[in-house]
């Protein structure tokens, strides 16, 4: 079962897909794509319901958050009310300790994306700060990376021994499934998904 | 680093300016023919419908008292670029129509990217009619690079 992992929506400010429209696009082009999370910055979107889209289209969709922290920007799924009553989701001066301790905390997972590019990844501020604990999967495949950025991210997830998946980071139509994560084991909800991320039962796959 | 909290308390959600516009039957139709538009709704003053077209509104109230309070704080490094316009309408608007455009500062708040932290400031123009009725929102976006 395939996932594309980081996906935006107009419900994003810089997002201009809509999620009817990623689904018809899926379709239409036959891509090798079982669902996707809709990883809206900075919020939760904890209002919208996709249900007769998955059921019109046969697609998986689920929602979790792109969150920014003082090492960039980090992924969290399985969000629910605890978690977004542990920190503030819209600041971007989150500090990742305390993303990565509350997802915990909360039954969430945390996972920092793109961390091969500058100044939002996570590698680019060990450079300047040194590693911080914690960490054990990070998106080793962006579909928005410039190129020689997923090649950081794989060499260094590698040297740090943590564990990779992938994600478009689409945030037009034509994006998504340039990069996504293969599931050992079928994926219904949310809670499967962040179990099989925390079990390591899943691998990064990039379509680009 | 800008403190976004205390920007946002400061003048998010307060009108700080208003200008008045009579709208014109030739300015509707010059702005329908410069978007090629032949729908005789927006091209011919006879047709019963005859109106603004939908995106006419964005022509009005782009003046700089209109965007920025007079002492709004000068943020960030360098000049800012234009994030974009989002034009949401209310309801008709035709030739002899007095629009009232009342400015906000709609929203403040900060994201990061490659290069560094950006500032977006959103600037809101409500305009409303003779009858105070509204007609029309126009959210202009200010990309401003702070320090991080």
């Known amino acids: 079962m395939i996932l594309d992992l980081h996906t935006h929506s107009v419900r994003s400010d810089d997002g201009r897909a809509k999620v009817d429209n990623y689904c018809q696009w899926i379709r239409k082009k036959e891509l090798p794509l079982d669902g996707f999370v809709l990883t809206e910055h900075r919020q939760y979107d904890d209002t919208s319901d996709y249900r007769d889209l998955e059921d019109h289209y046969g697609l998986l969709i689920l929602k979790a958050s792109e969150v920014e922290t003082d090492y960039g920007h980090v992924l969290v799924f399985g969000v629910n009310e605890d978690l977004t009553n542990a920190f503030d989701f819209a600041r971007v001066d989150n500090h990742i300790g305390d993303v990565l301790s509350a997802a915990r905390r909360c039954g969430a997972v945390a996972a920092p994306c793109h961390p091969g590019r500058p100044n939002v990844g996570l590698f680019a501020h060990y450079e300047r700060k040194g590693r911080i604990e914690g960490v054990d999967l990070v998106e080793i495949y962006n579909g928005g990376s410039r190129p020689g950025e997923d090649e950081i991210s794989e060499a260094e997830a590698q040297r740090f021994g943590y564990r990779g998946f992938g994600g478009s980071d689409s945030h037009i139509v034509s994006r998504i499934g340039y990069a996504a994560t293969e599931f050992d084991e079928p994926v219904a909800n949310i809670d499967d998904l962040v179990s099989a991320l925390r079990g390591g039962r899943c691998h990064a796959r990039t379509f680009r | ?148």
Not at chain 2, 44 to 66: V, W
Not at chain 2, 86 to 110: F, K, M, Q
């Open chain 2, 1 to 148: 680093m800008v403190d976004i909290d205390s920007l946002r308390r400061d003048w998010v959600g307060k009108e700080f300016h208003r200008a008045e516009y009579t709208i014109g039957q030739q300015q509707v139709l010059d702005y329908a023919a410069s978007c090629g538009d032949t729908d005789p709704r927006y091209s011919d003053p006879s047709n019963p419908d005859f109106e603004a077209h939908p995106t006419f509104i964005g022509c009005l109230g782009n003046t700089r008292d209109a965007m920025t309070p007079q002492d709004f704080p000068g943020l960030g490094r360098g000049r800012s670029i234009d994030g974009g316009k989002s034009v949401e309408i209310h309801g008709p608007i035709r030739p002899g129509d007095r629009l009232s455009a009342r400015s906000e500062i709609a929203d403040i708040y900060a994201k990061t990217g490659r290069s560094g932290t950006m500032l977006f400031i959103v600037h809101r123009l409500n305009f409303f009619n003779q009858n105070e009725e509204p007609v029309a929102t126009v959210d202009l976006r200010q990309i401003k690079a702070v320090e991080d």
